[in-house]
């Protein structure tokens, strides 16, 4: 039985962007959680490239028992991969992403974890993993729902506001459940 939501990623997934004290409160993973009655810790951070998020979860899964491990649903908000592209082609870039979100499948396949990925910003290229959400990004998710409105779903700087996370937290919900009761 799951019993805690554990989540990877930068700083949307963090809660970052929100102009709350305490940011992570806001994040749509928190938001997940508690409409699970699901324990939380959010392990996301503002600036995470594509490699220190799976550092993070390779450092999780290591340093965590099994039996823990196998209460535990891991959500990912993968970062852009152009975080790491200082001095790399979009080729390697591109590999590099594909590489992250494959080694994340073997390791989810592996080990039986519950386990999600979702891309925040748009990607070019997606590779076939069955834990990665291909259909589109958080990024599309909220410009697509974020028609003018009395109250946006973005900040100026096209990050998601209280609403945006609520709305995120909306949509991958049905995503989460099914991964949890396969």
């Known amino acids: 039985m799951i019993t805690q939501l554990v989540a990877f990623g930068e700083g949307w997934t963090a809660g970052a962007e929100t102009a709350n004290e305490f940011p992570k409160i806001l994040a749509y993973p928190e938001l997940i959680a ?21 550092k993070d979860l390779i450092n999780f899964v290591e340093n965590t028992p099994m039996e823990t491990l196998k209460e535990t649903f891991i959500l990912i908000g993968l970062p852009s991969e152009t975080i790491e592209s ?19 499948d073997e390791l989810t396949l592996q080990l039986d974890l519950k386990l999600l990925q979702v ?50 937290s909306k949509y991958l919900l049905p995503e989460v459940n099914s991964v949890i009761l396969a």
Request: glycine letters at 4%; aromatic letters at 4%; proline letters at 6%.
């Open 34 to 54: 508690k409409e699970l009655k699901l324990n939380y810790i959010n392990n996301a951070y503002t600036g995470a490239s594509l490699s220190s998020v799976y």
């Open 86 to 104: 200082k001095g790399k082609s979009e080729e390697d870039m591109q590999k590099l992403y594909a590489d992250v979100v494959t080694c994340i």
């Open 119 to 168: 891309n925040v910003m748009t990607q070019l290229r997606k590779p076939k993993a069955k834990t990665l959400l291909n259909s589109i990004s958080l990024l599309e998710v909220l410009i697509l729902r974020n028609r003018p409105r009395k109250n946006p779903l973005l900040m100026p700087r096209k990050n998601p506001n209280e609403n945006g996370h609520i709305t995120l």
